[in-house]
T-cell receptor
Framework: GQNIDQPTEMTATEGAIVQINCTYQ??????LFWYQQHAGEAPTFLSY????GLEEKGRFSSFLSRSKGYSYLLLKELQMKDSASYLC?????????????FGQGTTLQVKP | GAGVSQSPRYKVAKRGQDVALRCDPI?????LFWYQQALGQGPEFLTY????????KSGLPSDRFFAERPEGSVSTLKIQRTQQEDSAVYLC???????????????FGDGTRLSIL
């Protein structure tokens, strides 16, 4: 079966660091994506991991451990505009499509 | 265009009516996906096209849902005899190549918010 777990909500302070965790159990694995989605808008791509380790991209970093079925998204120097939903998605490899299996999303609220 | 474009942005229909939702992917993108997103949830896969071929429709909830991409660019998702549980945001996404092994991300449109009364 497919199961992706993320915390439903998180709150952090402007300027701080926040880590959003994602655990997954899927029938196959062919990469993990993180997306940001502001209310009423399109999900926008943040990061991609297919091998174990840390990928850094400016203020955002993402980590993957395939043996543990675990990833996290790290946001540094938080800004008010980072208030959004963060979606963890696994690309499964059983079909020939590359479709994404999404978690429910983590709503992050950044406070002044 | 610069991004994935979906229309209409909002659609209200009465239960039992048919609706058609349009997606204009990024020019040149081979892969096109439709997802359904309920309030407070992540998107759920509906169907996948590679060019004009519909390679996976395993996520379509019932035979009332039908999607096409006849010329390998614009796609239409049609829902017949709509029901209240069809109310959701319908997202379209495209990516450059066949998506199975690529690090190319899927690019999403803003979605169509469908409300069935």
């Amino acid at each position: 079966g497919q199961n992706i777990d993320q915390p439903t909500e998180m709150t952090a302070t402007e300027g701080a660091i926040v880590q959003i965790n994602c655990t997954y159990q899927t029938s196959g694995f062919n990469g993990l994506f993180w997306y940001q989605q502001h209310a009423g808008e399109a999900p926008t791509f943040l990061s991609y991991n297919v091998l174990d380790g840390l990928e850094e991209k400016g203020r955002f970093s993402s980590f993957l451990s395939r043996s543990k079925g675990y990833s996290y998204l790290l946001l540094k120097e938080l800004q008010m505009k980072d208030s959004a939903s963060y979606l963890c998605a696994v690309r499964e490899n059983l079909s020939n499509t590359g479709k994404l299996i999404f978690g429910q999303g983590t709503t992050l609220q950044v406070k002044p | 265009g610069a991004g994935v474009s979906q229309s209409p942005r909002y659609k209200v229909a009465k239960r039992g009516q048919d609706v058609a939702l349009r997606c204009d992917p990024i020019s040149g993108h081979v892969s096109l996906f439709w997802y359904q997103q309920a309030l407070g949830q992540g998107p759920e896969f509906l169907t996948y096209f590679q060019n004009e071929a519909q390679l996976d429709k395993s996520g379509l909830p019932s035979d009332r849902f039908f999607a096409e991409r006849p010329e390998g660019s614009v796609s239409t998702l049609k829902i017949q005899r709509t029901q209240q549980e069809d109310s959701a945001v319908y997202l379209c996404a495209s990516s450059f190549g066949p998506s199975r092994n690529s690090n190319q991300p899927q690019h999403f449109g803003d979605g169509t918010r469908l409300s069935i009364l």
